[in-house]
């Protein structure tokens, strides 16, 4: 909550909107910083209006009752929202961008673009040659927006491909540091963010890095790469080909 606004509301308990309060489930949609002003102003009662919602349009229908005055969302979980209720999860249908946009109180375009960039986010965010190429591109100096720009998606998600890429540069140091020498019967207890955990028979990507440290390869042959995690490694210790 924003001790901001819980101050600036207990100077104007009366002026202030009832809040939406879901009748069934008794869950308060809209009006957090107001109850909490009450409270602390050791007010017991609040006036309420009520509204019936099920459970799982609970945060469309806050977003929505949100919109409309002081404290915007933050539009990652905007998009959150977004992403769950076009999925359907938790059981539910899928629902259109139509019943989004209707049930979140924005347009329909509005929720077509922002699926549209989500969708085009997580289809770059897969592309291991696009965000590699992203990387080198930011490596070289060319601006996030640029970069953006250039794979069609937002600086947002250029600046995460590359915040993922500095952890794992991170993680090999750290292991690098902390390691003892490479012996011929090496243990692993952790894989790393490199390949795919969930690949059958994946390897550590912390042995590969214990290898091209040792060889410092200019060039790497791995014909059996199930889920990539040499070429990945041999990305992060500096694009190796
Ligand atoms: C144990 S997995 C390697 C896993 C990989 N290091 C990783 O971390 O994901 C072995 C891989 O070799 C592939 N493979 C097996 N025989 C092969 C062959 N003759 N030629 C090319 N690939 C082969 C398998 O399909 C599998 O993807």
């Known amino acids: ?41 050791g007010i017991e009662t609040i006036p309420v209006s009520y509204d019936d919602c099920p459970p799982h349009l609970f945060l469309a229908r806050a977003y929505a009752l949100n919109a409309k005055h002081g404290l915007p969302v933050d539009n990652t979980v905007r998009d959150q929202i977004i992403v769950v209720l076009s999925q359907g999860k938790d059981g539910y249908d899928p629902m259109s961008e139509e019943e989004i946009a209707q049930k979140m109180g924005l347009s329909q375009q509005r929720v077509s673009q922002i699926i549209a960039s989500l969708l085009g986010a997580s289809i ?54 902390s390691r003892g020498h490479l012996k011929s019967v090496v243990n692993y207890p952790q894989r790393g963010p490199w390949g795919d955990a969930k690949f059958p028979g994946n390897t550590s990507g912390y042995l590969l890095v214990d290898l ?14 199930g889920s990539g995690t040499t070429g990945d490694v041999a990305f992060d210790m500096g694009d190796i080909p």
């Open 124 to 177: 770059f965010a897969k592309d291991k040659a696009k965000v590699r190429e992203a990387i080198r591109l930011y490596l070289i100096g060319m601006s996030q927006v640029k970069v953006g720009e250039k794979f069609g998606v937002s600086h947002t998600t250029i600046s995460s491909v590359v915040r993922e890429f500095t952890k794992r540069k991170d993680l090999i140091s750290e292991h690098l540091r």
């Open 212 to 225: 091209i440290n040792y060889y410092q390869p200019r060039s790497i042959l791995d014909p059996m790469e």
């Open 1 to 41: 909550l924003d001790e901001e606004a819980i101050e600036r509301y207990r100077d104007c308990l009366e002026e202030l909107p009832p809040i939406v309060v879901d009748k069934e489930t008794m869950t308060v949609l809209d009006g957090w910083h107001r109850v909490e002003a009450h409270k602390r102003e």
